[in-house]
């Protein structure tokens, strides 16, 4: 999963799309859910952002401006067409798919669109990944990605979950030179990678290597404030690699408990000035200028919408919001992965991927999304699936930045991801 799922009642849309004076953004929504039953209507509609659209920051050095919010496509497309519609019509021009979403259902969805639309192609910035680490299988995603999508170019192709900085050197830089020749033969524009573990030294690693144009990494309001993070954000902001934040509502891998008073004065605060939690967690992220964009996993016009409307909502968090925001993360440390894998994984000889069964566990305790925590947990190797609660885990706790309690969690993990 390369961006989330921001869950958004639909109370707090009304809330939100009336505070921050975007009303107009609810009409839009309500006409294109009246035009789903009217397809041939709503495929006349002009697509071009007028008005109110989501403003631009530069992508590193590509000479690229993308919008601070981009369209996460971890769903089916195919049966969401009028929703990049309307995603573009607010200027949500970055468009983030992968080969692997929804069994191919994410891209060909993408494909329908620019089959449909295709003067629009080249008014989105197209992001899509490769799990392949090899060369002959990237050529053939990449080939299979440009079927899909209906296109023969990927504005950013992304190595999918990039696991530490070595990789990105593994077979004398093998990744550097497909990277050109895909370049030279028009199919990408620019290439980089994501990542979810050990995400500040695949950033340094990557801000030193000279051919990483882009960078998706988990970037939230629990992540954002440790020293390292900060030098690996602006040792990539430096090398001029263009950072796209995703995961950025830090949900937790641990069932939610008792919230803390802590969450509650926050979402009252936040809601006091005209936007959620949720909205919140994605202005703490805009304020670094350093990062170009959030993407998220916009899969419903009231999520999309809430997002617009957070996007081109002008207040400032308060030093004192910020504040909040960081106790609650260390209130809340414990429920939270940071994805140090080195760390914990050490520990236990490697011999099972905590970092990742955290995440698959986020999917399904965090998001709610079941099928996306067992579908992932499905793809680890058998023999890990069966040792996972077997193992001994109380070295790794010891060694856990964020005292998680690892061995509790896989325990739980081989049972409702099974
Ligand atoms: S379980 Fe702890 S040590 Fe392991 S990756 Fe997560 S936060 Fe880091």
């Not at 970037?219 to 690996?232: E, I, P, S, V, W």
């Not at 001994?392 to 964020?402: G, H, L, N, V």
Request: proline share 3%.
């Amino acid at each position: 999963m390369s961006a989330e799922k921001e869950n958004l009642s639909r109370r707090d849309f009304f809330k939100i799309a009336g505070a921050v004076g975007v009303g107009s953004l609810l009409g839009q929504t309500e006409a294109l859910t009246a035009a789903t039953s009217k397809p041939n209507q709503a495929a006349t509609a002009a697509t071009k952002p007028a008005g109110n659209v989501v403003p631009t920051r530069p992508f590193g050095k590509t000479g690229v401006k993308v919008p601070i919010l981009a369209l996460g496509g971890i769903f089916d497309i195919t049966s969401n067409q009028l929703l990049l519609k309307q995603a573009l019509k607010w200027g949500v021009s970055y468009w983030d798919t992968a080969n692997s979403y929804v069994k191919g259902k994410s891209e060909e969805g993408m494909g329908m669109y620019f089959a449909k639309y295709p003067d629009q192609r080249k008014d989105v910035f197209l992001v899509t990944k490769t799990g392949g680490r090899d060369a002959a299988k990237m050529t053939r995603h990449l080939d299979l990605s440009l079927e899909r999508l209906k296109t023969d170019y990927i504005d950013l192709y992304f190595l999918h979950g990039v696991r530490n900085a070595a990789d990105l050197k593994r077979d004398g830089g093998q990744f550097k030179a497909w990277a050109e020749k895909a370049k030279s033969q028009g199919k990408i524009r620019f290439f980089g990678f994501s990542t979810h573990r050990n995400m500040p030294e695949c950033l340094l690693g990557a801000s030193k290597l000279g051919f990483i144009d882009g960078i998706m990494l988990r970037y939230n309001f629990r992540l954002m404030h440790t020293d390292q993070m900060k030098g690996a954000v602006e040792a990539c902001a430096k090398a001029g690699i263009g950072l796209t934040a995703m995961k950025t509502q830090g949900r937790r891998s641990r069932r939610r408990g008792a919230e803390t008073e802590t969450k509650a004065k926050l979402v009252e605060r936040f809601l006091e000035k005209g936007f959620t939690s949720q909205q919140a967690s994605l202005k703490a992220v805009w304020e670094n200028p350093d990062v170009a964009s959030v993407c998220s996993a916009m899969y419903k016009f009231d999520v999309l919408a809430a997002n617009v409307a957070a996007a081109l909502n002008k207040t400032k968090l308060a030093a004192a919001d910020k504040r909040l925001l960081e106790q609650y993360a260390r209130e809340t440390c414990s429920g939270y992965c940071a994805g140090c894998a080195g760390i914990c994984e050490s520990a236990i000889s490697r011999a099972v991927p905590v970092a990742d069964v955290m995440r698959y566990l986020m999917y399904h305790n965090g998001y709610g999304d079941r099928d996306m925590g067992r579908a992932s947990f499905a793809q680890l190797p058998a023999a890990v699936r069966r040792r996972l609660a077997k193992i001994d885990y109380s070295a790794a706790e010891r060694r856990c930045p964020q005292h998680m309690p690892i061995g509790e969690l896989m325990r739980e993990a081989a049972e409702v991801l099974a």
